[in-house]
C-alpha cells in the first residue's frame, strides 16, 4: 500500500488578485481615509478601555470623566492581575481553550472528510441535518446537559467545556466541508487505485491540505473558548479551575466597581487573541476564502 | 507527527489534573462563600476568620468571594453549586430571599443546632432578622447584620438655599413629604439646556423603592387567610404608586432621569453619586451609606433623620436587610460549618465585622457600642422602629414585579394597570406554596408601635 | 458539487464506503445524541413536569405550555427579542459588508487595518458594556455629546425600554468583524476579471457594487444571514451584564427569561418548556430563509 505523495496534490491557493485595488494615488488616500475613519471608531471602545486602565480612584471619579489621563498609574496593571489569580485563570483558560482546539479540528475534520470527500446515500440529507443543528437554541441544551455533566460529577473540572468540542459543530463541518469539496473526487480516486484506504488518505494527504481551513476552524474556536462566559459560570464554581472571561466579574461586587482594574485585567485577557490574530491573518482568511461559498 | 501527539498528549494530562474534585465528609477546611464580596467587606471577614482560626487550632477557612450577579435572589450560583455537588459548607448572603431558597430546597435547617447550643442564640438577635429567615417553621439563617432605612441630608447645600439644615433634626421626629418637597423645590436648579444641574430630592433614588413607601403607607403586602399578595388591592401600596405617578409628572421623570444617570450612572464605582458629590441634597438611602460617605466625601457635611412620613404626627418607619449566614444542602462538613457560623455571629465575631465594616450587627445589645463608634448613633433609634420585608417563599419574584411596576409607572403607565400586571407576575408563584403561615411576629421586630 | 446547487446525488455504487462514513461520523453520531437529541427529549419531558431542580418532580401535563401562552412576560420577551432581531440582523449584514470592503483594500498597512476593525470583536462582553455605559451617560457620553450639538436635551437611552435596545443593538455591531471576515472570504472569491470587463464598459464604483459584488456575494450573505439569525434569537449576556433586563423588562429577551426561570426562581419544568417553544421557533425560521433563499441565492460564477 503506496501513498504516492510524488503524485502530487494540486495545491489549493488562490491568487491575490481578487482584492480591489484602488486606482492611483488618490484611489489610495480616499481608501486610506475611509480605513483610518472606521478603525478610529470601531477602536474608540478599547481607547476608552486604555484610558481607563491607566487612571488613578481619584482621576476615576471626575465628573466629566478626562479623555487624557493626567497621571498614568501603569502599577494598575500590575495591581490588576495581584488583584485576582490572573495566573491561574489565564492557565486554565489556555488549557482549556487548546484542548478545546484540538477536538474541534480533529472531530470536525472527520466530519467533514465524511460530508465531502465520501460517497453515501443519505449524504444530502444527513448534510441537512446537520445544518438544521446550526439553529438550535442554545438553551434548549443547557439544563440537561448541566444535569448530565453534574451526574458525572464533572462540576469544577474543565471537561464540561472541553468534551462537547471533541464531537463536532455544525458551523465548523459546514465551514470544512465547502473547503474539501474544493478537492477532486478523481485525486481521491486515484488515491484508492493506489491501495490506499480512506483512513491514510484523510490523515496524510487530506489534512495537510486542509491545513488553511484548519487554521480556521482552529482560530474561531480559540476565540470562542477564550471568551466563552456563559459555559465557565454555569460549569466553574471553585477559583482554582475558573477562566479569564468570568474571573472579570471579580472586579464587580455589591458596593463597588474597580473600573481601573477591570479595564486593565480585559486589555491583557484580549492580548494574546490580538497577536493570534495578527500573526495568523492570512491563513486565517485563506482557509475561509477557499471556501467560495458555492 | 510524534511531537503533535506529545502535545495532545500534554494538553490531556493538563486537562485531566483540572478533573480534581473536592472530596465530601467531615474536613478540617471550611469552604466559605460570601455574597458580601466588596473589599472591605472581605477584609472584615477574613477578620472574623483569623480570630475564628486562633481559637480552633487546626481548622482553616477558605473563604471565596462570590459577587451576586444577578440582584437579590439571583439563586444559580448556589443552585448550580448544589445540583452539581461542589456547594460550599458556609454561605453569607442577604437574608431576603432565604425563605425562597429553602422552600427549593437548597438550605439545611439550623435547629438542631440551635437547639443544642449552650445559650439561647436567636433571642439575642434583632427579632425581625430572625423571622426574616424562617420557613415551613424552620430556622434557615442565623442573621449577622442589619441596614436601615433613612433620609440623608446634605446641610451646605441646604444653607446655600437659606434653608437651615437644623428644621430636619429627627429630634422633632420624622419630617412630612410636604415639607421635603418644599425644601427640595428650593435647591433644584436647572441648566441652559433645560437639564437639571442640581436637585433637591428624588423620591425614587437610593432606597426609595416604592416598596419603601409602601412600608410607610402600613401596608400588609401578603393576606395569610387567602394566601394571596394583595399588590393590587392594599391601600397603602396604591398611594405609594399613584405618588410615584404624581412625581412623575411633577418633576418630569425623563430629566430627572437623565440627571441620575448622569451623576449616578449605573455599574459605577461608589463614588460617582450624586449625593456623595454635592448635587443631590437630600436621598433615601441607609446604614450602608456611611462607610462610602467616610471613605469618598470625608468632607461632606450631612445629617441623617427618619424617612419622610406623610402626615405630620405619623410614627417613624424604616425596614431593615442584612446578611445572614446559612448552610447549602448537601454540605458534609456541617458540624465545622455550624462553629464557624457560631463564631461569626457571636458577640466577638460580630464585633470584629462591625468595627472593621460600620455594618450595624443584628445583635441587639451591641447596637449602642458600635454605632457610637462609627458616627450612627441615630441608628440605634431607627432600628427600634424598623421592620423587614414580608419573608415569603417567592421573596425576590415579589420585589422584582414591584420594581418593574415602579418602572412602568415612571414611564408613564397608570398605577393601577402597573399593579395589576404586578400582581399577575407573582400569582402563580405564590400559588405553589399554599397554605403559608407568616412567622408569628414577623412585622413587628423591635418595632414599637 | 456543492449544497445548494441542484445537481443530483450520485447513485454510484458506494458500499464500501459508506462503513467509512460511519467511521469519519461516529464523533458526529455521538455528539448528536449526546448534546442534542437527549437534551431536547430530556427537555421534552422536563416541560410536563414542574420541578425546581432539588425537589421531586412534580407531573403537570401541558400546565407549563399554557402557563407561556398567558404568561406576560413570554410576550415581552419574545416581543423584545423579534425587535432586536429584526434591527440587529440587519444592520449586522449592512456593517458586516463595509468592514469586509474596508478590510479588503489594497493599501499596504492592510495588516493592520484588518486587525484594528476585528479588536472590538474580541473584547469580552462584560468589559465592553461598562464602556458603554459610559459612552450613553446623558451628561458627557459621547452619544449626547454629539446629540447636544444639533440641540437635543440629555437623554438617558439606558432608561427607556426601546432606546435600551438600540444601544444594544449598537453595541452589538462592534462584534461585526466576525461576519466581516466571512465577507471578505466572498469577496477575495470574485474574479478581477469582471470588475475589469465593467470597468471597460464604463461603470462606475455603485455600479459595479451592486451588479456584480451584491449578488454574488449573495452566498456569504446567506450564511450570514443565517448565522446572524440564529445569535439574534439568543441574544442573553448583554442585557445579563448591562440592564438586567430592564428598564421596566425593555430588555428582558426570551434567552434572558428562559436563564431566570431555569437558574433564578428554579423553574426548570417551565424553562424547559420555554426552550423547546424557541426551538420550535427558531427550526421554523430556518425552514422559511432555505425556501427563500433557493430563489435570491446565486452559486455559480461565471467568467465570462
Redesign the interface.
Known amino acids: 500500500m503506496s501513498t504516492d505523495t510524488s503524485r502530487r496534490a494540486p495545491r489549493i491557493e488562490q491568487s491575490p488578485q481578487h482584492a480591489e485595488r484602488p486606482t492611483g494615488r488618490r484611489g489610495t488616500a480616499v481608501a486610506r481615509f475611509w480605513l483610518i475613519l472606521a478603525s478610529v471608531l470601531l477602536l474608540l471602545p478599547i481607547y476608552w478601555m486604555v484610558v481607563t486602565a491607566l487612571k488613578g480612584g481619584p482621576e476615576l471619579s471626575r465628573f466629566p470623566p478626562t479623555l487624557i489621563p493626567r497621571d498614568p498609574q501603569w502599577h494598575n496593571v500590575v495591581d490588576a492581575v495581584r488583584a485576582i489569580p490572573f495566573a491561574r485563570f489565564f492557565l486554565n483558560s489556555a488549557v482549556i481553550t487548546t484542548a478545546s482546539v484540538v477536538g474541534a479540528v480533529l472531530s470536525n475534520f472527520a466530519a467533514a472528510y465524511a460530508f465531502a470527500c465520501l460517497r453515501w446515500r443519505w449524504r444530502e440529507r444527513a448534510f441537512y441535518l446537520v445544518l438544521a443543528t446550526l439553529f438550535i437554541p442554545f438553551p434548549v441544551a443547557i439544563i440537561p446537559i448541566f444535569d448530565l455533566f453534574a451526574s458525572l460529577n464533572w462540576i469544577n473540572t474543565y471537561l464540561p467545556l472541553v468534551v462537547p468540542h471533541f464531537f463536532t459543530s455544525a458551523f465548523f463541518i459546514f465551514l470544512l466541508r465547502q473547503f474539501l469539496l474544493q478537492i477532486p473526487r478523481d485525486f481521491i480516486d486515484a488515491a484508492r487505485i493506489d491501495g490506499a484506504n480512506h483512513l491514510r488518505i484523510a490523515t496524510r494527504i487530506v489534512f495537510p491540505m486542509a491545513r488553511p481551513a484548519l487554521a480556521a476552524v482552529a482560530i474561531f474556536q480559540a476565540i470562542a473558548s477564550w471568551n466563552d462566559f456563559l459555559g465557565p459560570l454555569i460549569y466553574l464554581q471553585d477559583r482554582s479551575v475558573q477562566t479569564l472571561s468570568i474571573g472579570l466579574q471579580v472586579f464587580r461586587s455589591e458596593n463597588d466597581v474597580q473600573y481601573n482594574q477591570l479595564m486593565a485585567a480585559s486589555l491583557l485577557t484580549i492580548l494574546p487573541l490580538v497577536l493570534l490574530f495578527f500573526a495568523f491573518q492570512k491563513h486565517f482568511i485563506n482557509g475561509i476564502t477557499l471556501g467560495g461559498f458555492k | 507527527m510524534r511531537a503533535k501527539l506529545l502535545a495532545v498528549a500534554a494538553v490531556a494530562a493538563l486537562v485531566a489534573a483540572g478533573c480534581a474534585g473536592r472530596p465530601g465528609g467531615p474536613s478540617d477546611t471550611i469552604v466559605m462563600w460570601t455574597t458580601q464580596a466588596d473589599q472591605l467587606r472581605v477584609d472584615a471577614q477574613q477578620q472574623v476568620i483569623d480570630a475564628f482560626e486562633a481559637a480552633n487550632p487546626g481548622l482553616h477557612v477558605d473563604l471565596v468571594p462570590k459577587p451576586e450577579q444577578g440582584g437579590t435572589g439571583d439563586t444559580s450560583t448556589i443552585l448550580t453549586a448544589v445540583r452539581g455537588n461542589v456547594q460550599p459548607d458556609v454561605y453569607m448572603m442577604g437574608r431576603f430571599p432565604v425563605s425562597q431558597y429553602a422552600a427549593l430546597g437548597l438550605l439545611q435547617p439550623l435547629d438542631g443546632y440551635l437547639d443544642d447550643a449552650p445559650e439561647d442564640i436567636l433571642a439575642a438577635h434583632n427579632t425581625g432578622a430572625v423571622n426574616e429567615v424562617r420557613f415551613d417553621s424552620q430556622q434557615f439563617a442565623v442573621p449577622l447584620v442589619m441596614d436601615a432605612r433613612a433620609l440623608f441630608y446634605n446641610k451646605q447645600m441646604l444653607r446655600d438655599v437659606g434653608v437651615d439644615p437644623d428644621v430636619l433634626d429627627p429630634a422633632d421626629g420624622p419630617p412630612t413629604v410636604a415639607e421635603v418637597e418644599e425644601i427640595a423645590a428650593k435647591v433644584t436648579t436647572t441648566g441652559p439646556g433645560g437639564n437639571y444641574e442640581r436637585m433637591g430630592f428624588i423620591p425614587w433614588e437610593g432606597e426609595g423603592w416604592a416598596l419603601t413607601w409602601a412600608i410607610g403607607n402600613d401596608a400588609t403586602f401578603f393576606d395569610e387567610d387567602s394566601c394571596r399578595l394583595t399588590l393590587d388591592t392594599d391601600p397603602g401600596i396604591r398611594t405609594a404608586y399613584d405618588d410615584f405617578a404624581h412625581w412623575r409628572d411633577e418633576l418630569d421623570f425623563r430629566r430627572v432621569d437623565a440627571f441620575k444617570a448622569s451623576y449616578s450612572p449605573p455599574d459605577a464605582p461608589p463614588s460617582q453619586n450624586a449625593f456623595l458629590n454635592g448635587r443631590l441634597a437630600m436621598i433615601e438611602t441607609g446604614t450602608f451609606q456611611v462607610s462610602a460617605l467616610t471613605q469618598y466625601a470625608p468632607d461632606l457635611d450631612y445629617g441623617i433623620t427618619y424617612l419622610p412620613v406623610q402626615q405630620e404626627g405619623d410614627t417613624p418607619y424604616s425596614w431593615s436587610g442584612g446578611a445572614g449566614l446559612v448552610m447549602p444542602t448537601g454540605g458534609t462538613n456541617t458540624a465545622n460549618a455550624w462553629k464557624l457560623i457560631e463564631f461569626f455571629t457571636s458577640v466577638q465575631g460580630q464585633r470584629i465585622f462591625s468595627s472593621a465594616t460600620g455594618d450595624l450587627p443584628s445583635r441587639t445589645d451591641l447596637v449602642p457600642e458600635i454605632a457610637d463608634a462609627s458616627g450612627q448613633s441615630f441608628f440605634t433609634d431607627v432600628l427600634s422602629h424598623t421592620t423587614s420585608r414580608v419573608p415569603i417563599p417567592v421573596g425576590s419574584t415579589l420585589f422584582e414585579a414591584m420594581k418593574t411596576a415602579q418602572e412602568a409607572v415612571l414611564l408613564g403607565q397608570d398605577p393601577g394597570d402597573a399593579l395589576d400586571e404586578a400582581q399577575q407576575r407573582v400569582d402563580p408563584q405564590m400559588e405553589q406554596y399554599c397554605p403559608y403561615p407568616l412567622p408569628a411576629e414577623y412585622r413587628q421586630g423591635d418595632r414599637t408601635p | 458539487?456543492?449544497?445548494?446547487?441542484r445537481e443530483r446525488?450520485?447513485t454510484?455504487p458506494?458500499g464500501g464506503?459508506?462503513r467509512?462514513?460511519w467511521?469519519?461520523?461516529?464523533?458526529?453520531i455521538?455528539?448528536?445524541c449526546?448534546?442534542?437529541a437527549?437534551?431536547?427529549l430530556?427537555?421534552l419531558v422536563?416541560s410536563l413536569f414542574?420541578y425546581?431542580?432539588?425537589?421531586t418532580p412534580d407531573f403537570i401535563g401541558a400546565g407549563n405550555y399554557t402557563?407561556a401562552l398567558t404568561d406576560?412576560?413570554v410576550r415581552t420577551s419574545a416581543g423584545n427579542t423579534a425587535f432586536y432581531a429584526a434591527l440587529a440582523v440587519p444592520v449586522s449584514l449592512v456593517i458586516a459588508v463595509?468592514?469586509a470592503?474596508?478590510m479588503?483594500?489594497?493599501?499596504r498597512e492592510?495588516?493592520l487595518?484588518?486587525?484594528?476593525?476585528?479588536?472590538?470583536s474580541?473584547?469580552?462582553?462584560?468589559?465592553?458594556?461598562?464602556?458603554?455605559?459610559?459612552?450613553v451617560?446623558?451628561?458627557?457620553g459621547?452619544v449626547n455629546r454629539v446629540l447636544?450639538v444639533v440641540g437635543a436635551?440629555?437623554?438617558?437611552f439606558?432608561?427607556?425600554?426601546t432606546t435600551a435596545k438600540l444601544v444594544l443593538v449598537g453595541m452589538a455591531q462592534?462584534g461585526a468583524g466576525?461576519a466581516a471576515?466571512?465577507f471578505?472570504?466572498?469577496?477575495?472569491?470574485?474574479?478581477?476579471t469582471l470588475?475589469e470587463a465593467a470597468e471597460v464598459d464604463g461603470a462606475g464604483v455603485f455600479r459595479r457594487f451592486f451588479s456584480i459584488t451584491l449578488p454574488l456575494l449573495t452566498?456569504?450573505i446567506?450564511?450570514n444571514l443565517?448565522?446572524g439569525v440564529?445569535t439574534s434569537?439568543?441574544v442573553?449576556?448583554e442585557a445579563?451584564?448591562?440592564t438586567?433586563g430592564?428598564?421596566?423588562?425593555g430588555t428582558l429577551f426570551y434567552?434572558f427569561y428562559?436563564?431566570?426561570n431555569?437558574?433564578?426562581?428554579?423553574q426548570?419544568g417551565y424553562?424547559?418548556a420555554?426552550?423547546?417553544l424557541?426551538?420550535v421557533v427558531?427550526?421554523a425560521?430556518?425552514v422559511l430563509i432555505f425556501f427563500v433563499s433557493r430563489r435570491f441565492v446565486n452559486?455559480?460564477?461565471d467568467s465570462a
Open positions: 458539487m456543492s449544497l445548494l446547487t446525488t450520485t454510484r458506494e464506503e459508506g467509512w462514513a467511521l469519519f461520523l461516529a464523533p458526529w455521538i455528539g448528536f449526546t448534546f442534542i437527549y437534551p431536547i430530556y427537555s422536563i414542574s425546581s431542580g432539588l425537589n402557563r406576560p412576560l463595509l468592514v470592503l474596508a479588503n483594500q489594497r493599501v492592510v495588516k487595518y484588518r486587525t484594528a476593525l476585528y479588536l472590538p474580541l473584547v469580552p462582553v462584560f468589559a465592553l458594556s461598562f464602556i458603554f455605559i459610559v459612552f451617560n446623558p451628561q458627557f459621547l447636544s436635551g440629555d437623554t438617558n439606558l432608561g427607556d425600554p462592534l466576525n471576515l466571512i471578505l472570504a466572498g469577496l477575495n472569491a470574485i474574479p478581477r470588475y452566498p456569504s446567506l450564511f443565517i448565522t440564529s434569537i439568543q442573553f449576556t445579563y451584564v448591562m438586567d430592564g428598564p421596566n423588562n434567552m428562559l436563564y431566570n431555569a437558574f433564578r426562581y428554579a426548570l424553562a424547559s420555554l426552550a423547546l424557541l426551538f427558531g427550526m425560521l430556518a452559486y455559480e460564477v
